[in-house]
């Protein structure tokens, strides 16, 4: 069975820095894998040569029908790698002029070009989703971090993609929050959809990802089922690394 | 008394030069903005060749007096017109023209770097997001930023543009009427007998006129601020 995302060779530096060494990884449809590693590992940069907001130097992407070679990627096959996902930001980045439900909207009107009437009902049961039903003309502003990014899961989801890439969705928010956005996330993932998800949440990898992978140095040096990765390890660095943090 | 019944006998006579010279500041403050969102997508998207014009002619207009802009423009373009293009009609041309050109190129600078500064105070998160839905760089500028940057652009603009309408009385050097010239041409015919009345009527409709636009300034801004009065509404609420 093919997969639905082949990553091949990825590498990307910042000037000298290479960030990147070379990623390679296969995701099936349905999958949801979590990203683990330590801070400067470049999960963040990886997932973000997936949709080129950060292209990659070198290597291969491919979601679904679309093959696309990141040194010489054209418009068109980057705008077709988008069409294929949507990602959800650390920092929510919900557009701040726009009401929460108008959030959702702007994908569906503005480039899949929706009849407003359809984009307004999908966007509500979208949001009815993430708990957000009541909060439809609400803006960022007026909304607590989890609620923002529940929103902006939401603004993902009504897209429909292929893959969801996750950039910490829970770093920033307060402790208090951050178990409102992992049970939405927990909910997304049981509908079958495909997710890419950087994260330090340990217990959200263990109990809702299908696959783990553990980056350091811009490499994967260990990937699995959770249940192996964490419980297991068997690359010393992601022993040292789980180690602190059961610690 | 004097003083007083030509303050009252000059207002019709000023106020009759305000419909022509707000429709040619409207003018301006029309071709400013386009000009000072060009100047600034030039700074903030251009090449160096770009960036480097587009900061010598900003340096240039901020650093000179705007009468001598004026000046430039007015007998810099008839002398172009007349000696270049062999057109005498030129010495006829309006003076309004000329100051609808140098005070467009002059309030297009300074607007330049209001605009500039307002559109990097959009986070650039926003247009990421924008990015990963797949939406047309235009369609991130009109639907997200410009909004935004609009909003905080406003303030700035409005003070440059109320000292704009009032520097209009610069142009009475040469030749355009607007309330100055106007009051000015009234206190000559006096002979100096109830100047100070004069003066005061034209200082007085400076005044209505600025605070007119004032209004509409602050009427513009409300309604580009809707989320963030909400937002104030909702602190305001928590905090009492």
């Known amino acids: 069975m093919s997969s639905l995302i082949e990553v091949r060779g990825i590498k990307k530096a910042f000037g000298d820095l290479a960030v990147l060494r070379g990623v390679d990884l296969d995701i099936n449809k349905g999958e949801v894998l979590a990203i683990l590693g330590p801070s400067g590992s470049g999960k963040t940069t990886f997932l973000r040569t997936i949709n080129f907001l950060g292209p990659a130097n070198e290597g291969t992407i491919r979601i679904g029908d679309i093959q696309v070679d990141c040194k010489q990627a054209t418009k068109k096959e980057i705008y077709g790698l988008r069409k294929k996902t949507a990602m959800v930001f650390q920092n929510y980045n919900l557009f701040k002029n726009k009401t929460v439900l108008q959030n959702v909207m702007e994908g569906l009107v503005l480039v899949q070009k929706m009849d407003k009437k359809e984009a307004r009902e999908r966007s509500i049961e979208t949001l009815n989703k993430v708990g957000l039903g009541e909060r439809l003309d609400y803006y960022p502003s007026q909304m607590s971090g989890g609620q923002q990014q529940r929103a902006s899961i939401a603004r993902a989801l009504v897209l429909n993609p292929e893959v969801i890439l996750f950039d910490e969705p829970t770093s920033a928010l307060d402790p208090e929050l951050v178990g409102e956005v992992l049970q939405v996330m927990k909910e997304v993932a049981e509908t079958g959809i495909t997710m890419m998800v950087v994260t330090h949440e340990i217990g959200f990898a263990h109990d809702v990802a299908t696959n783990v992978v553990f980056m350091d140095g811009g490499r994967v040096v260990e990937q699995g089922r959770p249940t192996d990765v964490i419980d297991h390890p068997q690359n010393e660095r992601t022993q040292q690394f789980l180690g602190k943090l059961s610690a | ?240």
Not at chain 2, 72 to 85: C, E, K, S, W
Not at chain 2, 183 to 209: C, D, H, M, Q, S
Request: net charge positive.
């Open chain 2, 1 to 240: 008394m004097k003083q007083f019944e030509s303050f009252i006998n000059a207002i019709p006579k000023l106020i009759s030069v305000i419909p022509s010279t707000l429709l040619l500041f409207l003018g301006i403050i029309g071709v400013g903005i386009v000009l000072g969102m060009l100047l600034a997508w030039v700074r903030l998207k251009g090449n160096t060749v770009g960036n480097v014009l587009v900061n010598i002619y900003i340096s240039f207009i901020r650093g000179t007096p705007l009468l001598i802009q004026i000046l430039i423009v007015y007998f810099g373009l008839r002398a172009i017109a007349v000696n270049g293009f062999g057109n005498q009609n030129a010495t006829r041309w309006p003076a309004a023209l000329f100051v609808f050109i140098a005070y467009s190129l002059n309030l297009g600078a300074f607007l330049c770097e209001t605009f500039r500064s307002a559109y990097t105070s959009v986070d650039f998160g926003q247009v990421e997001a924008g990015m990963s839905i797949n939406m047309k760089n235009s369609q991130i500028f009109w639907h997200i930023i410009f909004p935004q940057a609009a909003r905080i652009a406003l303030p700035n603009m409005s003070n440059l543009l109320i000292d704009d309408y009032k520097a209009l009385s610069l142009a009475f050097s040469i030749g355009f009427i607007d309330i100055m010239g106007r009051g000015e041409g009234l206190a000559g015919l006096t002979k100096g007998v109830g100047a100070v009345g004069i003066y005061l009527a034209v200082a007085a409709l400076y005044w209505l006129v600025c605070k007119g636009l004032d209004i509409v300034f602050r009427r513009v801004e409300w309604g580009l601020s809707k989320d963030i009065r909400v937002a104030q509404a909702a602190v305001a609420h928590q905090t009492s």
